[in-house]
C-alpha cells in the first residue's frame, strides 16, 4: 500500500528532514575550505576563521543528529511503503552512524586541538627558536582531519545515490 503523500504529517516530516540535511550537511561540507583560508592567515586572524568554522560546526552537529530522527518517523509514517527492512533505509542508518563516529572521533576532537594549537602559537616563537614545535602536530591533525572530511563528503553522496535510487524497494 502507498503512503498517504497527501498527508500534511509526511509532508512536513519530509520537508523537515531534507531541510536538517541541507543545513547540518551543507554548512560542515566545505569545512576544509575553511581551514584553508585559516592556514593563509597568521595569527589571530587563522585563529579566528577556525574558531567561527567550529562554532558553526558545532550549530550544524545539532541540525545532522535531527536528520535520522525525521528520517525514521518518515518511515514510521509511510503507511508500510517505506520498511526498515529496506536495503536504502537500513544502509543509510549504518552510514550515519559510522560518519558520527568519524565526527566524533577525529574531526570534532581535531578541531578543538587545532584551534588549541592555534592560541600556543599566538603566546610566540619558542624559546630555541625555528619553527614552533606546535606546527608539527597541526599538520598531522590537519591531515588526519582532510581524509576525514573527504570520507564524510562520499558518506554524503552514498546518502543521495540511496534516498534517490531507493534499492532494496
Known sequence: MLADYGSGLYKTLLVLHILTSI?????????GLYAAQAQKRAGPGGRAVSEANYFVSNIAEKFIYAIPIFGILLVLDS????????????????VYVVAI?????????????INALLAEM?????SAGGP???????????????????????????????MVWKPGV
Not at 101 to 113: A, N, T, W, Y
Open 23 to 31: 543545513v547540518g550537511l551543507g554548512a560542515v561540507m566545505l569545512n
Open 101 to 113: 563516529g568519524i565526527s566524533h572521533s577525529i574531526l570534532i576532537p581535531g578541531h578543538k586541538r
Open 79 to 94: 503507511d508500510k511503503l517505506w520498511k526498515f527492512s529496506q536495503t536504502w533505509i537500513w544502509l543509510s542508518l549504518v
Open 122 to 126: 599566538e603566546q610566540g616563537p619558542p
Open 132 to 162: 614552533a614545535p606546535q606546527v608539527v602536530e597541526l599538520q598531522a591533525t590537519g591531515k588526519r582531519m582532510a581524509a576525514a572530511g573527504a570520507t564524510l563528503n562520499v558518506c554524503v553522496v552514498i546518502f543521495l545515490v540511496l
